[in-house]
T-cell receptor
């Protein structure tokens, strides 16, 4: 059974710092990997989708990488801002299963002004 | 923009009531999902549907059923609500092939008293 782990569980950084969030998964036979952002009490907002054949995706200040063989993904946030404060979730999609997602526990990020 | 809309943001129901949570998507997605999110347990898949009238159990289907009579609508039914079903419920949808990015609704916070 696929297990997804995110480290650290919580992170506090000063504004302007570059940071890396980590995601690891146990079964490398994935269809894709997706990073989400969740604000308190709200739904999930999709940030980046990486297909299994891709190594990275970029959107603005965000860059996500994928290393299937080692079962790892990282989300890099450049020049962090207080508005980046949220919980970040990674999820891996299972092949041949309607893209059911298995989620990590999330990293709660606080960016201090 | 993809829109996944859940019928209620907040619901309070009594133990034993039959509860319907509704979800509508406007992107002609084949796949639709219901998750619940609890502190310390993360997001867990309840049911998913890959086509009209088709459904598959997720990790925690007990106490729930679903209905998908039209492609755009996926309903989660709590047959007899119990206090341990107090949770945040999240609906999602995605294409079955190609860019299978999952999009989530805003969530329904259900409290069973």
């Amino acid at each position: 059974k696929q297990e997804v782990t995110q480290i650290p569980a919580a992170l506090s950084v000063p504004e302007g710092e570059n940071l890396v969030l980590n995601c690891s998964f146990t079964d490398s036979a994935i269809y894709n990997l997706q990073w989400f952002r969740q604000d308190p009490g709200k739904g999930l907002t999709s940030l980046l989708l990486i297909q299994s054949s891709q190594r990275e995706q970029t959107s603005g200040r965000l860059n996500a990488s994928l290393d299937k063989s080692s079962g790892r993904s990282t989300l890099y946030i450049a020049a962090s801002q207080p508005g980046d404060s949220a919980t970040y979730l990674c999820a891996v999609g299972k092949n041949n299963a309607g893209n059911m997602l298995t989620f990590g526990g999330g990293t709660r990020l606080m960016v201090k002004p | 923009d993809v829109k996944v809309t859940q019928s209620s943001r907040y619901l309070v129901k009594r133990t034993g009531e039959k509860v319907f949570l509704e979800c509508v998507q406007d992107m002609d997605h084949e796949n639709m999902f219901w998750y619940r999110q609890d502190p310390g347990l993360g997001l867990r898949l309840i049911y998913f549907s890959y086509d009209v009238k088709m459904k598959e159990k997720g990790d925690i289907p007990e106490g729930y059923s679903v209905s998908r009579e039209k492609k755009e609508r996926f309903s989660l039914i709590l047959e007899s609500a119990s206090t341990n079903q107090t949770s945040m419920y999240l609906c999602a949808s995605s294409f079955d092939r190609g860019p299978t990015e999952a999009f989530f609704g805003q969530g329904t916070r259900l409290t069973v008293v």
